[in-house]
């Protein structure tokens, strides 16, 4: 069933509740999405991942699902949804739904009656399991901090929840429970959607009791169950949420003759500028050199095995522009194009997520108050309790915290930078006035002008998305290069990873060949130098 098209495709990643508000309530929502469709066709992308969408409490932005065939009520109707679908459809863009199948909310129907007794058949779709020594059944710690148990007094059991307590985890062991998650699936794909973002998808194999949560044995079984009763009987694509994978473990997801997903997220990249053995608030310095030793090995480990998903941005990370490049007014849009130029010429299907295409930058806060995300409070208060000082915990936060990607979309110099007639759900970045879309269109020059290049090469070139790859050494810490072959052509992608002149010397048979792409203008020193940011991608007929 699967013609592969995922594999040219580029995937644009919107958070809903900041894209586009309609309906004046602050909150971003589908006839948003709707309005915008002709900017994305513009932009040349193939499909929109959506986060989620369905009814949800929101104590975890959406992801805690209170009714998987629902829409909530913020976001509007399944009448909406199924009119975005048809309209994105009329501009050849798919939809794919982000699906959260490792927990559900605690308002959700299942567990509501999960709670009210042993005997209750939906009791058995959760993980329960009795006090130890009239305490928590083990060690096992929730993501968010603190333990992964919450106990139930009428009940006398607890039930486990690897994230925060309203998401308690179901129990993928349980027959009747996976045939509900099942026929929910087919509900959707049979709508016409064009697949799904599987949530934390490698934790629906944990074994509880050896407090095993990523990657469990019984994993890949359920997975290639999933393929067999759902979406692989649909020409879709899947990808899951793997923080903990690494190329052996993806090659296993994604490797075609194992019908499981057609690739993975997976976070070794993103996990380069936090101290090693901690957590993501502890930060260090990024190395070039250490992102360009993990980007080359993804990319060579899993050539002709299976296929990578490439993504700097999405709702859950910083800004990379304010993390890797320079959210300086001087180099704020060469930086971008740099990062954009570097990863969009490897193999793997690109990720763009909503405002990366017009260089949207990190919020920065002053205090506390300021924050929404969940994630970030309960780390400040913890830290906050264990001696940190503000300043740290408040740096660390302006660093990763999960806010920066939430802020509004900024569409234009209106009030609200064009997101809402009223007072968003987040406060708006104070830089609207100069990057916003409406600005990256006029501007010929733009970022935005850069991602469309990007994705119309990727169209043409198939080189890109079946060529080899090779390292090219550049004798420079700070300068990374690579190259994409086939039979055909080569193309030779270089990148200055900093904010001062570089010395490079492009290999003299390379200087006269077709220049693809440029971040800077022609000088007469380009081929000996790179000046901050630079980078260029030419093109070699053999």
Same mark, same amino acid.
């Given at each position: ?15 809903p509740r900041s894209f586009q508000d309609s309906s004046g309530d602050g909150i971003g929502d589908l006839n948003g999405i709707i309005q915008r469709l002709d900017y994305l066709s513009y932009l040349g992308i193939d499909a929109l991942w959506l986060s989620p969408v369905y009814a949800s409490p ?27 679908? /048809? /309209?994105?459809?009329?501009r050849d863009i798919k939809i794919i739904m982000d699906l959260v199948v490792n927990h559900t909310s605690d308002e959700h129907y299942w567990f509501q009656e999960a709670l009210k007794g042993k005997e209750n058949p939906y009791h058995d779709f959760y993980v329960w399991r009795k006090p130890v ?53 087919? $509900? ?32 890949? /079984? ?16 899947? =990808? ?24 993975? $997220? ?44 490439? $993504? ?51 919020? #920065? ?5 300021? =924050? ?61 006035l100069k990057v916003n879309a409406e600005a990256a269109l006029a501007d010929k020059d733009s970022l935005f002008y850069t991602y469309k290049q990007l994705i119309r090469l990727r169209k043409q070139l198939n080189v890109i998305v079946n060529g080899e790859y090779q390292v090219v050494e550049t004798?420079?810490?700070? =300068? ?13 992608? =270089? ?18 060949? /077709? ?5 800077? #203008? ?21």
């Amino acid at each position: 069933m699967n013609s592969q098209w995922w594999k040219q495709a580029v995937i644009y990643q919107i958070y809903p509740r900041s894209f586009q508000d309609s309906s004046g309530d602050g909150i971003g929502d589908l006839n948003g999405i709707i309005q915008r469709l002709d900017y994305l066709s513009y932009l040349g992308i193939d499909a929109l991942w959506l986060s989620p969408v369905y009814a949800s409490p929101n104590d975890d932005n959406g992801y805690d699902i209170s009714d998987y065939e629902a829409i909530g009520p913020e976001y509007g109707t399944m009448a909406d949804m199924d009119r975005l679908i /048809e /309209e994105a459809d009329k501009r050849d863009i798919k939809i794919i739904m982000d699906l959260v199948v490792n927990h559900t909310s605690d308002e959700h129907y299942w567990f509501q009656e999960a709670l009210k007794g042993k005997e209750n058949p939906y009791h058995d779709f959760y993980v329960w399991r009795k006090p130890v020594a009239g305490g928590l059944p083990n060690g096992l710690k929730s993501n968010f901090g603190g333990s992964a148990w919450t106990y139930v007094p009428h009940l006398d059991e607890y039930y486990l929840h690897l994230h925060s307590k309203k998401q308690p985890d179901l129990n993928w062991e349980n027959p009747k429970m996976k045939q509900a998650i099942w026929d929910m699936m087919n $509900f959707w794909l049979a709508k016409g959607i064009g697949g799904f973002r599987l949530d934390v998808i490698d934790l629906i194999g944990k074994e509880p009791d050896r407090e095993i949560t990523q990657n469990g044995p019984k994993l890949h /079984e359920l997975l290639q169950e999933m393929n067999r009763k759902t979406f692989g009987n649909y020409d879709v694509v899947t =990808v899951g949420e793997t923080w903990g994978a690494t190329p052996e473990v993806a090659e296993l997801y994604s490797s075609p003759e194992r019908d499981e997903l057609s690739m993975v $997220f997976q976070f070794e990249h993103i996990n380069l500028d936090k101290q090693t053995g901690k957590r993501k608030w502890d930060l260090k310095a990024l190395d070039p050199q250490e992102l360009h030793a993990v980007f080359s090995k993804w990319q060579i480990q899993l050539d002709k095995k299976g296929w990578n998903s490439l $993504f700097w941005n999405n709702h859950d990370l910083p800004r990379i522009i304010s993390r890797w490049g320079n959210d300086s007014e001087d180099y704020r849009v060469i930086s971008g194009k740099m990062l954009a130029i570097y990863l969009h010429f490897m193999q793997g299907t690109p990720y763009i997520y909503q405002g990366e295409e017009i260089g949207m930058i990190n919020y #920065p806060i002053k205090e506390i108050q300021e =924050v929404d995300d969940v994630e970030s409070l309960r780390m400040y208060n913890e830290r906050l309790e264990q001696g940190y000082p503000v300043e740290e915990l408040i740096q660390s936060i302006n660093a990763k915290g999960r806010d920066n990607a939430r802020h509004p979309m900024q569409w234009d110099t209106q009030l609200n930078a064009g997101f809402s007639t009223e007072k968003p759900w987040l406060p708006v970045h104070l830089n609207y006035l100069k990057v916003n879309a409406e600005a990256a269109l006029a501007d010929k020059d733009s970022l935005f002008y850069t991602y469309k290049q990007l994705i119309r090469l990727r169209k043409q070139l198939n080189v890109i998305v079946n060529g080899e790859y090779q390292v090219v050494e550049t004798n420079n810490p700070l =300068v990374l290069a690579y190259q994409r072959m086939d039979e055909k052509e080569v193309l030779t992608i =270089v990148v200055n990873f900093s904010d001062t002149v570089q010395p490079y010397q492009l290999p003299m048979q390379l200087m006269n060949h /077709e220049m693809l792409i440029h971040n800077y #203008p022609e000088n007469p020193k380009q081929w000996e130098q790179l000046s901050p940011y630079e980078a260029y991608a030419v093109r070699q007929i053999k």
